[in-house]
């Protein structure tokens, strides 16, 4: 009887070895479509914080020129710098911080003020006039169209 037990257990650890776990070759295939999709995801979430960016300059030019006016209806000019707009003679600051910001690629944007009119420019991610994509540059000027 001991010798039928026996052989009954030696068959069933037969059946399960050879049945468990993954081939080399399956784990292969699953970690090469993993990282397809990861740089798929990658792509599409790197062209996103691109957009990002833009929208945040934007948004912050356009904040620039709703205070630049408040700055015009006190004064009854535009200030020759942005950085008059938390600094003047009033002490009044237009802006909801204590300093003018940057843009979002941390460099300064540019101002000039022409009698009745104004513009803003944030060069883009290069910093430089010009460019295309994320280094192409966003004016006032090209938002009061919008």
Known sequence: MMESRQG???ERAKRHSGQSGFTLVELMVVIAIIAMLASIVG?????????????TAQAQIRTFSTAL????IQFNKFPGKL?????NS???NFLDSKTVPMDPWGNPY???SQGRNFTITSYGADGTPGG??????????DLADE
Do not use: H
């Open 132 to 141: 295309v994509d994320d280094d192409a540059d966003i004016s006032s000027d």
């Open 83 to 87: 950085n008059e707009l938390v600094q």
């Open 90 to 92: 009033k002490n009044r």
């Open 110 to 112: 540019t101002y000039k």
């Open 8 to 10: 009954i257990e030696d």
């Open 43 to 55: 792509v599409n979430v790197l062209g996103a914080l691109g957009d990002a960016d833009r929208a």
């Open 69 to 72: 006016v408040s700055y015009k």
